[in-house]
């Protein structure tokens, strides 16, 4: 039997990543077949600022990850990001409809639609609904109403909204590329599909995707989303200090921190030396670089520590941090996490995946195919597409 392939497309600031991805029939394994990354264009702190700039850049990711998992990657789950991003807790009440008070699939769709019925901007919209707890007859934290008896049926809901002419910017650009866009995922949800284990979600778990130009935090608890944030802050903030710290242009600034940046302790050199484009040498003080990345990756985390403790969090989740994403790549800022946020951390690896490919600026990618997957078996042509359901729940107007 033909095995199902979908593309994972992560849309970053600094760069753009595409996997596919395919899921045997036989055993339901999934494998990667192609991984690829290209300088992202049009794209500033995760919003799409320029589709045409974008599309140009997707356009040729695409064939090039084509050519080397010689398949097609027509069909993608994509990610949105920025700060945009926003969740807001809701709660949704409805009568259960069957005579008998059994609560029907239909009723806990309405209570979770009745839970989005509040007022937003007119350029905002909600891109998804993740349904937390529901209460039947006023008894809470009932994970599956389906089934049960009563009259009343509640719902709490996180909806994660966004700008909607962000969300056009970017369905444009894809779409342009002859990309049918199977998913739309909150950038802070990419890495969770490839990363996160059922367990951790259950447990509590924050999952933190250090990007170039934003960082991007989602909390997990009794297996559901609680909490997702956007920050307009992430790895290039410190490759900037460096520039302006060291006084050095920006493209040898990004080689410095690769190259020498690290957390907890400078290499004990006084000075370091790195080649310049002309081939003389840069020499700095390592103490001075070391100082800098800290004191940036510290008001990073005091960002994400201030989040956590905003929602009750702080150094409460038994899961403690996963990291992801090309900012943490930067050496030791797991054991830095864990004294920041006072909370177990550690580097995200795939999770229930086969793969050669372990570099965490791919787990997003990664994520978003696996996405893709879950769902199967795949739609036939006459069932209602799932970027269909999207697009409608996307122009869906909201009544205050
Ligand atoms: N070895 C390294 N040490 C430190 N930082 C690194 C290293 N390798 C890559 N980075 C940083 O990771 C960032 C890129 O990560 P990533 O690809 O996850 O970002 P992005 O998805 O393009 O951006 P965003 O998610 O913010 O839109 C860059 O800022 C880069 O400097
Ligand atoms: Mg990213």
New binding site residues.
């Given amino acids: 039997m033909k095995p199902h392939v979908i593309a994972g497309l992560?849309?970053?600031?600094?760069?753009?990543?595409m996997v596919v991805a395919q899921k045997k029939e036989e055993n339901g394994d999934i494998e990667i077949l192609g991984v690829a990354q290209e300088p992202?264009s049009g794209?500033r702190?995760?919003a799409v600022v320029n589709g045409e700039e974008l599309a140009l850049k997707v356009l040729s990711l695409k064939q090039r990850v084509e050519n080397l998992a010689a398949k097609k990657a027509n069909r993608a789950v994509v990610n949105i990001?920025g700060s945009h991003i926003t969740s807001i807790t809701s709660h949704g009440i409805v009568a259960v409809s069957r005579a008998d008070h059994q609560i029907s699939p239909e009723d806990v769709e309405r209570v979770i639609g009745a839970a989005q019925t509040f007022s937003l901007p007119s350029n905002k919209e909600i891109l998804e609904a993740f349904p937390q707890q529901f209460s039947v007859d006023g008894e809470q934290g009932v994970k599956e109403p389906t089934g049960m008896k009563g009259v009343r049926l509640e719902a709490d809901v996180i909806a994660v909204c966004a700008f909607s002419p962000y969300v056009k910017s970017l369905t444009d650009a894809v779409l342009s590329c002859d990309i049918e866009i199977e998913d739309i995922v909150p950038?802070p949800l990419s890495c969770s599909f490839s990363v996160l284990t059922s367990q951790q979600k259950e447990l509590g778990v924050a999952l933190l995707?250090?990007?170039?130009?934003?960082?991007?935090l989602a909390v997990f608890e009794e297996g559901e989303l609680v909490h997702l944030a956007v920050f307009p802050v992430?790895?290039?903030s410190?490759?900037n200090d460096i520039a302006i710290g060291l006084r050095t242009e920006h493209d040898l600034a990004?080689r410095i921190?690769?190259e020498f940046?690290t957390l907890g302790a400078s290499r004990g050199k006084r000075q370091e030396k790195i080649d310049n484009p002309d081939g003389s040498l840069f020499t700095f003080p390592s103490k001075l670089l070391f100082h800098i990345v800290e004191a940036r990756t510290k008001e990073i985390f005091q960002f994400v520590a201030k989040e956590l403790k905003s929602i009750e969090k702080g150094g409460k989740l038994p899961a403690g941090v996963v990291l992801a994403?090309?900012?943490a790549?930067?050496?030791r800022l797991d054991e830095f996490a864990k004294k920041e946020l006072k909370l177990p951390s550690r580097l995200g690896t795939p999770q229930g995946i086969s793969t050669f490919e372990t570099d965490?600026?791919f787990l997003?990618a990664m994520g978003l195919a696996m996405k893709g997957l879950e769902g199967l078996p795949r739609r036939t042509s006459v069932e209602e597409s799932e970027i269909l359901r999207k697009i409608k729940k996307l122009f869906k107007v909201f009544i205050p």
């Fill in positions: 992560d849309i970053g600031s600094h760069s753009l990543k992202s794209v702190r995760g990001g950038s995707d250090f990007g170039a130009q934003t960082t991007n992430g790895s290039e410190i490759t990004e921190k690769k940046g994403g090309g900012g790549k930067l050496p965490p600026v997003g």
